[in-house]
Structure formats: structure tokens, C-alpha cells
């Protein structure tokens, strides 16, 4: 088992390494509660640990990866964005599922919880992101 690490610098975060199968979503919808409530937003958790399941998930199916690294930054005050990295190149497409069809529809999970998503290539694989408004107070 690999331990969740913490950025020392730059912008707040935590990462975790996990091996590419179904048992890892738990993991990282752990790793996802446990920083939105590190910094006092836990009340995104619910939204936080859906999107990482189907992120996760995604890449369990749709790559030949054997790990992946699970990613949450708090990029500002305002906005926290949730990784899934893996070294496959392909990127990811929303479904367009029928009635009938039991998948295809993560990724538009995905999009209706999130504030916005998308992925960003590199030279080793990609990372599949979305992002999550933190709410203002009152």
C-alpha cells in the first residue's frame, strides 16, 4: 500500500499511487474526502468522491495501465481540482448512451457534478481532470 503524499510547496495538495482496478476507487475516494475535509470543505466531498470513482474507473476500463496516480490540488481559494493520471495516451470522450445502456455515462457524471473538466496530454500518458467550486459562505 502506498501512502498518500502531501505537496511541501506551491499549491496545497495531496497525491496517491494506486494499482489500475476497481478496489483503488475506494482508496482514492478516501484520499478525496480526507483533503476536502483537511481544508475545511468537506461539504464538496459528496460531489468530490463521485467524480474521482469515475475518473478512476474510466481508466481501469479504458487503459492497459497497470497503476495510476490519483491527484487533488486546491488550485485557489475558489476551486479544487481532481486528477486521475495514467500513461495512456488516448484521450477521453463522453458517451452518448441510450435509455437501454447500462455505461457510457461517467463522464457526463462527470461534467454535471463538476464546475468544469477536461484532461492535458504530456509526453508519458495523460491526466483526466475536473474541477469543483469551493461554495461561498454566507
Known amino acids: 500500500m502506498t501512502a498518500a503524499r502531501t505537496t511541501a510547496t ?12 476497481p478496489e483503488s476507487a475506494r482508496r482514492a475516494r478516501i484520499l478525496v474526502s480526507t483533503a476536502l475535509n483537511a481544508w475545511g470543505i468537506g461539504e464538496l466531498a459528496e ?14 476500463d479504458h487503459t492497459p495501465c497497470r497503476l495510476v496516480r ?5 488550485q485557489t481559494a475558489e476551486v479544487v481540482r481532481i486528477g486521475v493520471a495514467d500513461k495512456c495516451r ?11 445502456a447500462e455505461d457510457g455515462r461517467g463522464l457526463l457524471l462527470v461534467e454535471s457534478l463538476s464546475w468544469r473538466w477536461g484532461y ?8 483526466v481532470w475536473a474541477e469543483l467550486r469551493v461554495p461561498t459562505s454566507c
Open 10 to 21: 506551491g499549491i496545497p495538495g495531496y497525491t496517491q499511487t494506486v494499482p489500475c482496478v
Open 47 to 60: 460531489a468530490g468522491t463521485l467524480v474521482v470513482s469515475e475518473l478512476i474507473t474510466n481508466a481501469i
Open 70 to 74: 490519483v491527484v487533488i490540488r486546491r
Open 90 to 100: 488516448a484521450t477521453p470522450e463522453p458517451g452518448r448512451p441510450d435509455d437501454q
Open 120 to 127: 492535458d496530454l504530456h509526453r508519458w500518458g495523460k491526466i
